[in-house]
Structures are given as structure tokens and as C-alpha cells.
């Protein structure tokens, strides 16, 4: 041993590899799939609508806490570029800049730091700026571009297929005849429509599933309760009348769903703790964004289900609790008689 | 956690899966030399310190009684050396606390004739319950997987407690330790032998020996050996942090759950460690007082990992010596496991009964990293062994609201340290818990 003392600290001496900043970079790597696809689909635009958005989110959370709260920054973390990258993916990519600005700032602003920073806020800071945006710039924020490799910065701009459906129903035309009009089922699944930065591809977003599940960054509870919630409710109403209700194949391969529940529903901040509170977590935002879509004025209800929920997690954590260990003696007579048999048998 | 197909048994509630780093796994015991000097603490259990019997000057030999226990909670301290008896003092120890201990300069190896020193294997069990109890109560033997609580105490089962399961615990689920992995190796025969005590002097029928499944080896030994036992069983178990804990190896192995409070007896079990077994067969057929273990020597940069049997009372640097010096990155010594074991700070401190290992921690592995706010994964929550919400604990203990602390059952932490170790801010929760608990036994006694 060279000079210099031993450390002495108190037990465990050995921690887990999967530290903050580490989970933030692998939920970082897990998006870039989805924005590749969206480059491949609306060219450099969503490039650098991210990196705006990036830039902002950034520079905004190192002010607040630098001159505002007078604090160290704590933006090395890298919570606040996965919430500007975040907003760059639930918004169109022919934002300007100025638009991006605001939603940043409102994002970190108002949805992060006004609540003291990483951990503390109650709803998803991405979130937050995009419902934001959608309700004081509605024009901006719904004007998509077409997809389809386009590389220049203005291009000619298209609805998205939930957009198709909601207009052409209130239109009074049905279902089967809208079909028509969209994209196939593998163009969905690729990316091939209209749609946020980030969100059409559920092909990428799966693969970022995929490697978040791998790291054990996330589990698998809030994404495939909220997805298999909105299978089912919209395969019901399918059922009862298809030429009313879009099929569930269409439901989960368009608009926010594949986003929301990957990388928006699991944000640890903002949802529950236990695996069964996750669940529950999950199956609220799974009905609330059915009943917005089918219901709704809006055509598409994913943000606005998940901020409602996010709303609903602390009384969901005081109720889906982890079973303590020596409880079951106190719960169950059951458990208690069947042990007295046991002890007594082998008397 | 989610799509594991579980082959073995393990416990249900929480539970972490760190790297075993099983280093010294191949590594045969070996004896290590005598030490020039041993430095015995009159307390290395859980109880009240034993009573010096002894005066500086005398000689003593291998095995004489040091200490008598005082009280029933309590045990005797033997002399693991002959030699002549040197100062009498306080010594920091591996709690970092002092503690008088009793010197003994070494002088040959001179050991008291009544103990049987042959390695011949004594099968026939002449003794009844009640003189079992008094030979292991004499020989001092304590709990060998680190709480080093009396066994004698915890044979001594109360009235109107029913016992019908004999636990032995060879799990060894802290990472890099090995003692016992080659104690079940090197000794099954003599573990048996003492399982079959410890039934007698209980009274059980059933006894189970509880093996983490990275030791095929030694399940395996285990199996041929008992093919013929209808009433001792082997269960691989899966490898899972904190399965060693006694209130883990209950629900793994019986699926009852102790209740908040009380005591293994209290759902009919009675947990003993495979170590702790050995010293009962040495003691009981033996006549062995408790004078010497067996001690993993271990860590990422040692030279040459390994598992000695070594004298109660030798300095840990004997032991470094022996396995290839100190490397110069070591950063942290511990004595015992990553997990629940105690940093030391002196080179000179005693091997003691309840001394599983010494670790060796690298530098760049010895001190936290930054702490992050908490960001609210709950992964302390899922991974608390006795399903409580860490988190929430260490708010309560920092703000001193031991009451509230206490309703969300504080008390019943083990400190297995599960909930730091998987926290990814690296929150120190297990050290505001062990506060919290501090603190409410301070109230108790006042």
C-alpha cells in the first residue's frame, strides 16, 4: 500500500454500476433508433429540431440553477437532454426555432426546476411543454410534414392518420372507407406517416424498448399494460362496430402510443414505484387515451392521458405497496392455521 | 426480475443480484503459520463481554480458557495459542470500536490434552441434549457467518416454542466469500455429524442444509453423501442476495415468514451455519474449544486469493502477508463481505470468531460517487428483503421522526444493504436507517 490512509465507511462497499448519469445515457442510446428512422422519413429537419431542443433545455436548466437558485448545475446528470430530446420528438420537425424556445423553457421552467430540479417534478417536464405548445400554438404544432425523405427544411406538410380518421368521421365517412386513404400497416410500423419528430416509427421505438428492458433500465409493466389496455378496449369497440372504430392494430401503430408508453409513461420521476402500482399506471393511461381518442375532440390523447395520471401516482404509491416480509402471518388465518399444522404434526 | 425462469428456490420478497466474484473458490484451506502474536477481544458476540480468568504473565496453553461467559448471553473465550500472557488492554477491533483484549506472546504450540487433535472422524453421538448444549456452551462457539451470536442460546429454545426444522445455512450469498463454500467441500463428513448433533440436542426431526447454486460442487458432495439420510435434505437455492439472511432462508426453504419482531422459533426454525456446524462436531466430538476459522482472503488486485485456517486473535496483516502482500491499489480493507462487512483502518486487527473474510477494495472501488437527488425508481423498494420503502426511511431519519420511522417498521431492517447498493443517485439510505434505529433504541433504554 502506497502512502495515504484506508477508507473506512459504512456497508454495502460495492454498488451497482446502473448509476443516474448511466441511465440517462442508455435512455439517451435508446432513442436514437427513432431518430434516425425520423431523419430517414423528414431529412435534417428533425435534426435540427433535436438539437435545438437539446441546445435549449440545457442552457435554460444551467440558468435557472447557476443565476436563479444559485446552485451547482445539474445538467451533467443528463436528465435535461433527454427532456429536450423528448420535446424534439412530440413535436412537428418544421417547428421554428422560437416555438422550440418556449417549449423548452416551459418544459424545464415551469415542468422541472420550478419544483426543484431532477426528482422532484409531479408530471413529465416533456410533457408539460408539449401539451404547452399544442394549446398556444395549435396551427404550428399540427401542420406535419409529409414523410418521405425530404431533405429541405420547408416541405410540403400532410395530416396524420389519426388527424385522417377524426376529420373523416365527423366528415360522416366510415372507417373502411378512411383506411383507404392512409399509409399500409408496414408503413405504420416503419414510419412511413405523418406525424412528431420522434413518435411514427414503432419499429425504432420497440428496438429502444428492447435495450432498455436488456440494461434494466425500465421493466416491462407500464409499457405493456398501457399497450395491452389499449388493444383491448379498442379491439371491443371494434367489434361492436368497425365501421365506427379504427381496428387496435391501428390505434397502437399510430400517433403518440408507441412513444408515450416506451419513453414517456416510464419516466421514473413520474411514475409509480411498485411493480403492481406500475401496472395500475399503465392501464389508466391505456383507458384515458381510448376514451380521448374515440371521444375526444382531440384526435389524439397520449400526453394529456399520461399528465393525468402522473397526477394520480402518489395516491397510486400509498396503495400498491410491496408486501412487507411478516406480514402474511398478520393478513392470512389461513397462513397461520396451516403453520400450526405443520408444527403440531411433527409433534 | 421479470422473465427469470426460476430452476432453484429463493426467497420472494426483493432480493439483489451483484457480482458473486467468487475469486478463492478453488483454493484448498491451508493452515495459516502461527502468528508471533495474538490479541484475543473478551467479546466477539453478541451478549455481554466474557469475564478475564487469566493474569498478564501466565502461561497458557493451546485451548485453555481465557474468559468464562458472564451471564447466559454470553461465551467463553479459549486462548488459540500457548504462549505467555502480555498486556491486558483496550484494542480497536474490526467494529472500530475498543475492547479490552487480552495479549499472548506465542511460544511453541503446546495444546491442552482433553482436546482430540486427529483428523479420524467420530460418527457415534454419546452425549444427550442437555450435555451437547454444555460442550458447545463451553467451547465458546458462536454464530460463524458474521452476527456471532451464542449458539448455545439459540439451542436453548423457550418453552411453549415448538421446533420442527433444523436450517443450515450454507448459502453464503455475500460476494467473494469462500469460508464456508470449502468448509462444505473439505469437511461434509464432520458438518453431518454435527447437522445430526444439532437435531439431537433440538429435538427435530427435518434438517435442511441450504446451498446457493454457483456451489454445484458442494451440493453435489452433499447429495452422494446423504443419498441414504431420510431425515437431513439438500436444496439448491438460487443465487440471490441477501439469501443468507435467516428471515430469507426461511421464506426460501419453508415459505413461513417470522414475524415483525420475533424470532425463528416463532414459525418453528432454528437456521445454523454450515461454519458454525463445523465448530459444533469439533466442540461436541471433539472436545474443541472455538480457537480457530477459516478466513477468505480476498479481492480484485490480491495476488493470490485464498481461504486460511487461521488462529483466533491474528493480525490481519498475517493474513495479507500469506496471500501475496498488499497490493498497491488497495483503497479499502474490509473484514468480512462487500455487503454487510466493516471497513477496518488498522492492519492490526484481530481475526476474530465472527471474521469470514478480509477483502481487498481498489482504490477507485473504495469511495462513493456523487449523490444525485432521488429520482424516484424505486428500486430500493423492490429490492428490500423485508419489503419496506428504504427511501421513505431515510427522509424520516434525517427530519428525526423516529416515531413515523418506527410505524413504517424501521425496526425491522436487517441492513443488508441492498437498498444502497441498487440506488443509482448512490442516496447513503442504509446509513440514515441504522441512524433512525440507533436513535430508537437510544429512546428505549433512556
Request: charged share 20%; aromatic share 6%.
Amino acid at each position: 500500500m502506497s502512502a495515504g490512509l484506508l477508507t473506512v465507511s459504512p456497508s454495502p462497499h460495492i454498488h451497482t454500476d446502473l448509476t443516474v448519469p448511466q441511465i440517462m445515457r442508455g435512455v439517451i442510446i435508446a432513442m436514437i433508433p427513432a431518430l434516425v428512422f425520423s431523419v430517414y422519413n423528414f431529412g435534417l429537419g428533425a435534426v435540427y429540431v433535436t438539437l435545438l431542443a437539446i441546445l435549449f433545455c440545457v442552457v435554460i436548466e444551467y440558468s435557472i440553477a447557476r443565476y436563479l437558485l444559485k446552485r451547482p448545475a445539474s445538467i451533467y446528470d443528463g436528465s435535461a437532454v433527454i427532456t429536450g430530446m423528448l420535446l424534439a420528438f412530440n413535436v412537428p420537425t418544421n417547428l421554428p426555432w422560437h416555438i422550440i424556445l418556449i417549449g423548452s423553457a416551459v418544459a424545464i421552467g415551469i415542468g422541472k426546476m420550478s419544483f426543484g430540479g431532477l426528482g422532484n417534478n409531479p408530471f413529465n417536464p416533456a410533457l408539460v411543454g408539449r401539451v404547452f405548445l399544442l394549446l398556444s400554438f395549435p396551427v404550428e404544432m399540427t401542420s406535419w410534414p409529409k414523410a418521405g425523405a425530404t431533405w429541405s427544411l420547408d416541405a410540403t406538410t400532410s395530416a396524420t392518420p389519426l388527424g385522417i380518421l377524426k376529420d373523416g368521421l365527423r366528415a360522416g365517412d366510415t372507417v373502411p372507407e378512411l383506411m383507404n386513404q392512409m399509409p399500409s400497416y408496414a408503413d405504420f410500423f416503419f414510419g412511413l406517416q405523418g406525424g412528431s419528430l420522434g413518435e411514427m416509427s414503432a419499429f425504432a421505438i420497440l428496438l429502444g424498448l428492447i435495450y432498455m428492458l436488456y440494461r434494466k433500465i425500465i421493466t416491462w409493466h407500464i409499457p405493456v399494460s398501457m399497450l395491452i389496455t389499449i388493444a383491448l378496449m379498442t379491439g371491443i369497440f371494434w367489434l361492436v362496430d368497425p365501421t365506427r372504430f379504427a381496428n387496435p392494430l391501428f390505434h397502437l401503430l399510430t400517433g403518440g402510443v408507441m412513444l408515450g408508453a416506451v419513453f414517456m409513461a416510464t419516466d421514473y420521476v413520474t411514475s409509480p414505484f411498485t411493480h403492481r402500482g406500475m401496472i395500475v399506471f399503465g392501464v389508466g393511461i391505456g383507458v384515458l387515451t381510448v376514451v380521448i381518442r374515440l371521444f375526444g375532440s382531440y384526435p389524439e390523447g397520449v400526453s394529456f392521458a399520461i399528465l393525468i395520471m402522473n397526477a394520480f401516482v402518489p395516491i397510486i404509491n400509498s396503495y400498491a405497496k410491496q408486501p412487507r416480509y411478516g406480514s402474511k402471518s398478520q393478513r392470512h388465518k389461513a397462513y397461520q392455521e396451516k403453520l400450526e399444522k405443520e408444527l403440531t404434526s411433527t409433534k | 426480475m421479470a422473465m427469470r425462469l426460476n430452476k432453484h428456490k429463493t426467497f420472494k420478497t426483493g432480493g439483489i443480484h451483484p457480482h458473486d466474484n467468487k475469486l478463492s473458490a478453488q483454493v484448498a484451506i491451508t493452515p495459516l503459520s502461527l502468528p508471533k502474536m495474538v490479541t484475543i477481544p473478551i467479546i466477539q458476540h453478541i451478549g455481554a463481554p466474557a469475564k478475564i480468568v487469566v493474569q498478564r504473565g501466565d502461561i497458557v496453553k493451546t485451548g485453555q480458557i481465557l474468559a468464562t461467559h458472564e451471564g447466559f448471553v454470553s461465551s467463553n473465550i479459549h486462548s488459540s495459542v500457548s504462549g505467555r500472557i502480555g498486556v491486558i488492554e483496550e484494542v480497536m477491533d474490526s467494529t472500530g470500536f475498543k475492547h479490552t483484549a487480552v495479549n499472548i506472546r506465542v511460544k511453541g504450540d503446546d495444546w491442552e490434552e482433553a482436546i482430540d487433535r486427529t483428523d479420524t472422524l467420530v460418527e457415534e453421538i454419546k452425549f444427550s441434549p442437555k450435555e451437547i448444549v454444555s460442550r458447545i456452551m463451553e467451547a465458546g462457539v458462536v454464530g460463524m457467518g458474521g452476527a456471532a451470536f451464542p449458539s448455545h442460546v439459540k439451542l436453548s429454545v423457550p418453552e411453549g416454542k415448538h421446533i420442527d426444522h433444523l436450517l443450515i445455512n450454507g448459502v453464503e450469498c455475500e460476494p467473494y466469500l469462500t469460508a464456508d463454500h470449502r468448509v462444505m467441500l473439505e469437511k461434509p463428513k464432520e458438518i453431518i455429524v454435527g447437522i445430526k448433533i444439532l437435531m439431537k440436542a433440538l429435538g427435530v426431526q427435518k434438517a435442511i442444509i441450504g446451498i446457493e447454486d454457483n456451489k454445484a460442487d458442494a451440493i453435489e458432495i452433499f447429495q452422494q453423501l446423504l443419498k441414504n439420510e431420510k431425515h437431513i435434505g439438500v436444496e439448491a437455492l438460487e443465487v440471490h442476495y441477501p439469501q443468507g439472511g435467516e428471515k430469507q432462508l426461511i421464506q426460501a426453504l419453508l415459505n413461513r415468514e417470522v414475524p415483525s419482531g420475533g424470532l425463528p422459533a416463532d414459525v418453528g426454525v432454528i437456521v445454523h451455519n454450515v461454519g458454525t456446524t463445523y465448530a459444533v462436531y469439533e466442540a461436541v466430538q471433539k472436545n474443541k474449544p472455538l480457537i480457530e476459522r477459516v478466513v477468505t482472503v480476498t479481492g480484485k488486485s490480491v495476488k493470490q486469493p485464498s481461504n486460511f485456517l487461521v488462529r483466533i486473535g491474528t493480525p490481519v496483516i498475517d493474513l495479507l502477508i500469506a496471500a501475496g502482500g498488499v497490493p498497491e491499489d488497495t483503497g479499502k480493507i474490509v473484514s468480512g463481505g462487500p455487503m454487510m462487512g466493516k471497513a477496518i483502518a488498522d492492519l492490526d486487527v484481530p481475526i476474530a470468531k465472527g471474521t469470514s473474510g478480509i477483502l481487498l477494495i481498489p482504490k477507485d472501488e473504495a469511495s462513493r460517487s456523487e449523490v444525485y437527488n432521488c429520482v424516484h425508481c424505486g428500486k430500493c423498494i423492490e429490492a428490500c428483503p423485508m419489503g419496506l420503502e428504504p427511501y421513505r426511511l431515510l427522509i424520516m431519519s434525517k427530519k428525526g421522526n423516529n416515531k413515523r420511522a418506527k410505524e413504517e417498521h424501521i425496526l425491522d431492517c436487517i441492513e443488508c444493504g441492498s437498498c444502497s447498493f441498487v440506488c443509482p443517485s448512490n442516496r447513503p439510505i442504509l446509513d440514515y436507517i441504522r441512524l433512525g434505529k440507533t436513535q430508537l433504541k437510544k429512546q428505549k433504554s433512556v
